[in-house]
């Protein structure tokens, strides 16, 4: 018997956090205008050392200013997807449950659509209105998923099959409505079809890092207040109740908080899919399936994911770049099927 | 507390203790309906029975007579339409999953893993509802646990995968968990449906023995007319929502009575224990 301490949980943390920070490296090295590992060690500890006005002008601009912000996304979005998706995971008792998959991203893109439709008649402080996205986002997700969770129940009990397929009917609604917002719509908002497919290059303010930093916080750490009582979750609702869950506070909390990550991830990054599916899953390999360490592992292995996945997009094709979204779902499609096909077999 | 009021306490534990009685059940009622607007399609009319410490209680009846819908009751899992199951004084239902689940394990027919997980990790689930909500097992976690492997006779199995493992070792693991949980009554629901007759019978002996060891109140619900006569000491019998009779199994193993709720030729005898023996009787 080997159960899990404190010590075990931060030592695998640890090693994730030091992959990271390489993978943030990498990162800030490669893309269309090289770099070299001395020049971005020294710029790092002169702007640790609070010299900024040392640190060099010719690339930094473009290390600083362009590749670190979409880095910081890329960290957060990454680690919502895929702590979003292992709760869903666990909520809906499917190991192929992720928010791409259940179309609650795409339900995330039509509320940020509908948002950026409706924000200019509204008159409020721009503050605000700058977080009407997310706002939207979280909204359309948190609609998503129960409209999902409705059609994917029969006779009461959630049907694993029928799940997936009400999430996939359900996408490609959403996706319909929001071609048709696209086209009937002139302007700004066909630039939003690149987004659509995942892409970390919109420039944001610095507040909406701290909204996005901050919302992540707050929801991962309520997901993780119920990380014991999701594994006995996993064994079916009746099971955990039997075991002293409180099944319908863990239903809830987990839902509003897995909604808004896949809002807030939707909301600046648009629909980045199977970042939710392939990271859990794979930490689930290395590190076992208890909660308590999968969601703050998977939080760091969507980090890693999303940072590589987004420097490959930025430099395959250099100097133009692919959607972040089309380099995971080229790696995560084929990923899935084998799991659908191994679950059958 | 004062010394008056815990000599008070003493006593009445004394007091309880000498004609304690565990688990009751007080003219219970229940109807399920799909519709509320519809006539209900399934009704468990008043029934009533009581159990000590130490003692197993076998729920029998032919399919849909409401056995398990009797067990939920019991286990505070449904509420009931009228009347109430006090468990040591407590309103089942009304106790908080934490507390019901301090007080009342489980074991349900089938126990399904979405994810590999060991035998050991199985077994410390049961100590969930002993802890806070986001914790680390403690030692005594694990010594509970290895423990309660140990009363099943599993200990051999605890680095083993959960859906490696036979039939008759996946339920004593499931067991083992339910001991984790040290419950003052212990529920199954048909714990031996894919087992075989070897593994039943372990089964069983293995609650009569924990049930005499550990003090549990044990029910049972299971199709297993000769086991429930050997192991049980009371007997419910239902039929179609009713319970029909509770007693001893030597009151209730009467081939007339048999016959008629299972609706089939039977023949009782004695066995050699000195308890009743069913067997099918091929017609004629």
Redesign the interface.
């Known amino acids: ?6 010590r075990r949980l931060f030592l695998q943390c640890f090693i994730l956090l030091l992959i990271l920070f390489v993978v943030v490296i990498i990162a800030l090295k490669f893309g269309a205008v090289p770099v070299s590992l001395y020049a971005l060690g020294r710029d790092m500890l002169n702007f640790i050392l609070g010299q900024s006005s040392q640190v060099s002008s010719d690339y930094g601009f473009i290390v600083w200013n362009i590749r670190w912000p979409r880095i910081l996304l890329g960290i957060i979005v990454g680690a919502s997807l895929a702590v979003a998706g292992t709760s869903f995971q666990a909520l809906l ?3 192929l449950a992720d928010p791409y998959v259940l179309g609650v991203s795409s339900g995330a893109a039509l509320g940020s659509i509908l948002a950026l439709i409706v924000e200019p008649h509204l008159t409020m402080a721009p503050a605000l209105a700058a977080l009407l996205t997310p706002v939207g986002a979280f909204l359309g997700a948190a609609a998503t998923i129960a409209a999902v969770y409705f059609l994917g129940r029969r006779e009461g009990q959630i049907d694993s099959n029928t799940l997936l397929l009400g999430g996939v009917i359900t996408a490609s609604f959403l996706s319909a409505i929001i071609m048709f917002l696209m086209s009937t719509l002139s302007g700004n908002l066909r630039g939003l079809a690149y987004w659509l497919m995942g892409d970390l290059s919109t420039s944001l303010q610095k507040s909406v890092y701290w909204f996005l930093g901050i919302g992540f916080l707050v929801a991962a750490a309520a997901i ?6 999701l ?2 979750l ?3 609702e ?2 955990a ?7 319908p506070r863990v239903r809830l909390v987990v839902y509003i908080a897995a909604s808004l990550l896949t809002g807030l991830a939707v909301s600046v990054s648009g629909a980045i899919g199977y970042v939710g599916l392939i990271v859990p899953h794979v930490m ?1 390999l290395i590190f076992g ?2 909660h ?1 360490t999968l969601l703050p592992t998977a939080a760091l292995g969507g980090a890693i994911a999303v940072v590589f996945a987004d420097t490959l997009a930025r430099t395959v094709v250099a100097p133009n770049e692919l959607a972040v979204g089309a380099v995971t779902a080229v790696v995560g499609a084929p990923l899935f099927i084998y799991l659908l096909r191994r679950r059958l077999a | 507390m004062s010394a008056a009021s815990s000599h008070a306490q003493r006593l009445a534990e004394a007091g309880r203790s000498a004609y304690e009685v565990r688990l009751s059940v007080e003219q219970v009622s229940y109807a399920y309906s799909a519709n509320p607007a519809q006539a209900p399609l399934f009704t468990l009319e008043a029934t009533s029975f009581q159990a000590k410490p130490g003692e197993i209680v076998a729920i029998l009846g032919p399919n849909a007579s409401g056995k398990s819908t009797l067990l939920k009751l019991i ?1 505070g ?1 449904l509420a009931p339409l009228s009347g109430r199951i006090l468990l040591n004084g407590f309103v089942t239902h009304s106790l ?3 507390t ?3 007080r ?3 074991v ?1 027919q089938e ?7 060991r035998a ?2 199985f077994v ?3 100590r ?2 002993h ?1 806070r ?5 403690t030692e005594d ?2 010594i509970i ?2 423990n309660a492997l140990a009363q099943v006779g599993a200990a051999d199995l ?1 680095d083993r995968w959960m859906d490696q493992i036979s039939g008759g070792e996946k339920q004593r693991v499931i067991l083992a968990r339910a001991l984790a ?1 040290q419950p003052l009554l212990l529920l199954l629901d048909e714990p031996t449906l894919h087992l075989d007759i070897a593994a039943q019978v372990d089964l069983l002996h293995t609650l009569r023995r924990l049930a005499a060891e550990n003090r549990y109140t044990v029910v049972v619900v299971t199709h297993e007319l000769n086991l429930a006569a050997e192991y049980a000491d009371q007997v419910v019998l239902m039929q179609r929502g009713r319970c029909l009779r509770i007693g001893p199994p030597a009151s209730i193993y009467q081939r007339e009575l048999l016959e008629q709720v299972f609706q089939t030729p039977l023949t009782v005898e004695l066995g050699p224990s000195g308890r009743p023996r069913v067997s099918v009787q091929s017609e004629k």
């Open positions: 018997m080997r159960p899990l301490t404190l008792r499917n190991p993780y207040t119920t990380a014991s009582d594994n006995l996993l064994a079916g009746k099971e109740m039997h075991l002293g869950v409180d099944v689930r399936s208890d308590r | 286990s899992a908080t999953p934490r019901r689940a301090q009342i394990a489980v349900q126990s399904t893993l979405l994810f590999p997980a050991w990790e410390l689930q049961g969930h509802a802890g909500s986001l914790r680390f097992e976690d694990v646990a290895k605890s949980q």
